[in-house]
């Protein structure tokens, strides 16, 4: 089951150039976490399969998604300055086709109905299984 569902997204991806040439179109990730360690984890193991750009902080990830448009965007909650949850909104304006996807400790039900309201397509709780994230794109992606 894996394998067709990995095929169904490479399917996607594949697309024909102005030339009639079949080229690979890889999905866009803006990683917005303010934790080196896992926006490298998480690069390290998404870049085979999409373009990865990340950001340690709402100001950059802002000029990132503004460039980059992404097609998702992986982003903390807690971050400094400007919060993830504030981010929603700008991200939606920057880039209204993005889907986003919340990294997490801890939230309570007020903080997720409030990010589902804005728009989130879902959660992800720390401590997380890096190949949950990687399917949980996957499947955001074919919706």
Not at 80 to 99: N, R, T, V, W, Y
Not at 110 to 118: F, V
Not at 121 to 136: A, M, V
Request: aromatic share 6%; hydrophobic share 45%; net charge negative.
């Amino acid at each position: 089951m894996k394998n067709i569902y990995l095929l169904y997204i490479a399917a996607l991806c594949i697309k024909r150039n102005e030339r009639g040439l079949i080229s690979v179109d890889m999905k866009r990730v803006l990683l917005v976490d303010d934790q080196a360690a896992i926006r490298r984890l998480i690069s390290e193991v998404l870049e085979e399969d999409f373009n990865i750009m990340s950001a340690s902080n709402g100001e950059d990830a802002v000029g990132v998604a503004e460039k980059f448009k992404p097609d998702v965007i992986l982003l903390d909650i807690g971050l400094p300055g400007i919060s993830g949850i504030d981010l929603i909104p700008i991200f939606k304006e920057i880039s209204p086709k993005s889907k986003i996807l919340m990294l997490t400790g801890s939230i309570s039900n007020s903080t997720m109905n409030q990010a589902k309201s804005l728009g989130v397509s879902g959660f992800i709780e720390k401590p997380f299984d890096i190949l949950e994230i990687k399917n949980e794109i996957m499947y955001i992606l074919q919706q």
